[in-house]
């Protein structure tokens, strides 16, 4: 009669060997007793005895007391904000596939195929007639398990590309998002809003993030930005003024956190070298984008430009209509002027008057 052995005693003679009985199978086996201490013949009665041991240690008891040590631990506000924060701007795409792919395929393919019945296959965002291959059903919230058909739009590959990269853009530059929208969630409360009402179910994360996206020149890098924006410069011979009109820019005031509407005019005299006219909007619309006061920003913008493009002169002129005023407090229109002045048009009058010429102030 053969009697099974271990690994270890596979290969090694009976003298050398001890027999034993397996304590989960029963079965007699040889070990080797230097290295084994005779207790399973095989690493899965090992295995199978000490998951009995472990199933056998959770009693009723133990489990009702774990299970109210885990609701305790979900109710604790501390650490909501430690999983949300993890949890950072939304789901990561292996949560999002892994919830879409186990409870929501067969609700994704209904939705899609009614959501197309109703609406045809029209890309919702630039138009175009789209064929079989070509739809792309987009989350709007994100949430690939949310098929409510509002939540739902039809896009082309194009489009759908476009959309993620802008969500890209702001997704993880502001810090705490969901810690934000949390506070926000609480003032509102306080406020006596009602957020089960289907209007304001989402809006403290659409609150969160459009100040995300409002806050977005106090990142980190805003100053490197704005060095390399104003470094993609061509060499020129010209020595006429150039300037930029009402460009319109969207900021909040730093007192009461209310829209602000600039009408921005740049005017720059070259020195061997002219920059591209989106370049001056870009490095506008990252200086005013953040709670700031105009006349900081106005000299925040025209010190820029002279210090990395190196004009002769540069002049900014700002109006500002401020809804702080427009909204609450004396409720009345105006516009509020600064302007900043560096170079050829601090000293010369002339090149003064001819920038406000050709803006027509």
Not at 94 to 117: C, F, G, H
Request: proline share 3%.
């Amino acid at each position: 009669m053969n009697i099974k052995r271990t690994k270890s005693a596979d290969k090694l003679s009976l003298d050398k060997l001890k027999k034993a009985i397996c304590k989960s199978c029963g079965e007699e086996f040889y070990y080797y007793p230097p290295v084994e201490k005779g207790l399973y013949c095989s690493w899965k009665c090992r295995y199978n005895d000490h998951s009995r041991i472990i199933r056998e240690s959770y009693t009723p008891e133990l489990r009702k007391l774990k299970k109210e040590l885990a609701l305790q631990q979900m109710k604790d506000k501390k650490q909501i904000e430690i999983r949300r924060e993890k949890c950072g701007y939304d789901w990561s795409d292996e949560q999002r596939e892994k919830v879409s792919e186990e409870k929501t395929k067969d609700s994704y393919k209904i939705a899609k195929k009614i959501i197309l019945k109703e609406r045809g296959r029209f890309c919702e965002r630039c138009g175009k007639e789209l064929g079989e291959k070509k739809v792309v059903i987009h989350h709007k919230n994100g949430r690939r398990w949310d098929n409510n058909l509002d939540n739902l739009q039809i896009l082309c590959s194009s489009c759908h590309s476009k959309i993620h990269n802008e969500i890209g853009k702001v997704s993880h530059r502001f810090a705490g998002l969901a810690t934000i929208e949390n506070y926000i969630a609480e003032m509102l409360k306080r406020l006596g809003v009602d957020l089960d009402d289907p209007n304001f179910i989402e809006t403290p994360l659409r609150v969160a993030r459009m100040y995300n996206e409002f806050f977005e020149g106090l990142r980190d890098g805003t100053e490197k930005e704005i060095k390399d924006t104003l470094s993609s410069v061509f060499p020129s011979n010209v020595d006429l003024m150039i300037v930029e009109q009402d460009i319109e820019l969207y900021s909040l005031c730093p007192h009461h956190l209310l829209p602000v509407v600039y009408k921005v005019n740049i005017g720059y005299i070259p020195n061997g070298k002219v920059i591209g006219v989106s370049k001056l909007v870009r490095v506008a619309n990252l200086i005013f984008h953040k709670p700031v006061l105009q006349e900081d920003a106005t000299q925040e913008l025209a010190d820029a430009i002279y210090k990395y493009l190196k004009p002769q002169g540069v002049m900014v002129f700002v109006k500002g209509q401020h809804f702080c005023m427009v909204m609450r407090g004396v409720r009345t229109k105006g516009w509020v002027t600064t302007s900043a002045i560096k170079g050829a048009f601090k000293e010369e009058p002339e090149a003064k008057e001819e920038f406000l010429k050709l803006i027509q102030i």
